[in-house]
């Protein structure tokens, strides 16, 4: 802990549920658990030691895998942490989160937290009550984060497995292995260990209290994500266009590579035509490396650049929130 001097720092836990939560059928079993089913309160008591650490209180905002989280709740989620921040009686938030999607909510946060606070999320890859349960440490670890001055500045961060992660390059790379959050492009921002916080870098590109989205509600334009693969066709791209996506991200191959068919129509000679398009987001499916502008494809194709689909797809969606310029959008991405 830094500056054990100092009065405790008020920290507050704001649980959602995910594995972290979630019970095992046997001591052995970590895989097909009953999922977020433990509430926050036994989660803390099962931490006496923080008692002595931080002054810390906790609240249960929902209780739902990461997998069924909405946009209604990532933003009652967003405005529940900006208003803890707000108050004189908070120095830092730690979010339970399920794995599954943490990254996606992260970087949301990320976007949306308007206080340069700490906010740390963390979650378990194993169930709370199987042996070498990773998830008591992990929240140990976080609310250590949160209670540190290094943390303050440094935008929304994951903190699993003793490492420090900002929540725009943190990418899930394993289905079970407890160490799945990386950072792979930069490198982690640091790690809490044996109880000591350290940091090494720091993010940055744009980010909470600099971010122009930060404490807003908007209304999120519908997108999709098309996946690109060998003999896809542009079946799913019709669809999307019937449907009126404002936006649309490939998880396109190699350096973001689109099929033809569907570039063909991004490069016509109708410049109605083209207008009426959503705007396309090249990323990629290659876990790392993401997308340069390599290759021109006309105003309303951007590159993602190194955020992966699901980013890219949050991103796009609150960029069409505010404007409907590929200039100013493809700004936004450059910045973020």
């Known amino acids: 802990m830094d500056n054990d001097n100092r009065p405790l720092k008020r920290i507050r836990l704001v649980a959602t549920g995910g594995t972290i939560a979630s019970k095992a059928r046997t001591r052995v079993s970590t895989e097909g658990y009953n999922p977020s089913v433990i509430t926050i309160e036994d989660l803390v008591n099962q931490l006496p030691e923080l008692k002595d650490l931080v ?8 209780l739902k895998p990461s997998s069924s989280i909405t946009d209604d709740d990532l933003f009652n989620l967003a405005a529940r942490v900006n208003e803890l921040l707000a108050g004189d009686d908070c120095d830092g938030v730690v979010i339970t989160h399920g794995t599954d999607t943490m990254e996606e909510t992260a970087f949301f946060l990320n976007l949306t937290v308007n206080s ?11 169930p709370n009550d199987v042996i070498s349960a990773d998830g008591p440490l992990n929240l140990f670890n976080a609310v250590l984060c949160a209670a540190s001055d290094q943390s303050k500045g440094m935008g929304v961060v994951i903190c699993m497995n003793d490492l420090i992660v900002a929540a725009r390059d943190a990418v899930k790379f ?22 000591k916080v350290t940091y090494v870098y720091k993010p940055l590109r744009r980010h909470t209290v600099t971010s122009q989205f930060a404490g807003k509600r908007l209304e999120l334009p519908p997108a999709e994500i098309l996946y690109m693969y060998q003999g896809c066709d542009d079946t799913l791209f019709r669809a999307a266009l019937q449907k009126g996506v404002k936006g649309l991200v490939t998880a396109g191959s190699g350096n973001g590579g689109v099929i033809g068919s569907i570039m063909k129509a991004y490069r016509s000679d109708d410049e109605q035509e083209v207008a009426k398009l959503p705007i396309l987001v ?16 006309g105003d309303r194709v951007i590159a993602s650049g190194d955020l992966n689909p699901h980013k890219a797809y949050i991103l796009l969606r609150f960029a069409l929130a505010v404007t409907d310029d590929p200039a100013e959008i493809r700004t936004i991405f450059n910045e973020y």
Do not use: C, H
């Open 282 to 297: 090249r990323s990629t499916r290659v876990s790392t490396g993401g997308v340069s502008d390599s290759w021109k494809s």
């Open 55 to 62: 002054d810390l209180t906790a609240e249960q905002i929902f």
């Open 116 to 126: 340069d606070k700490p906010v740390v999320i963390t979650g378990s890859m194993r």
């Open 174 to 195: 394993n289905t079970f292995k407890v160490e799945t959050y990386q950072g792979p492009v930069y490198g982690n921002l640091g790690t809490v260990r044996n109880g």
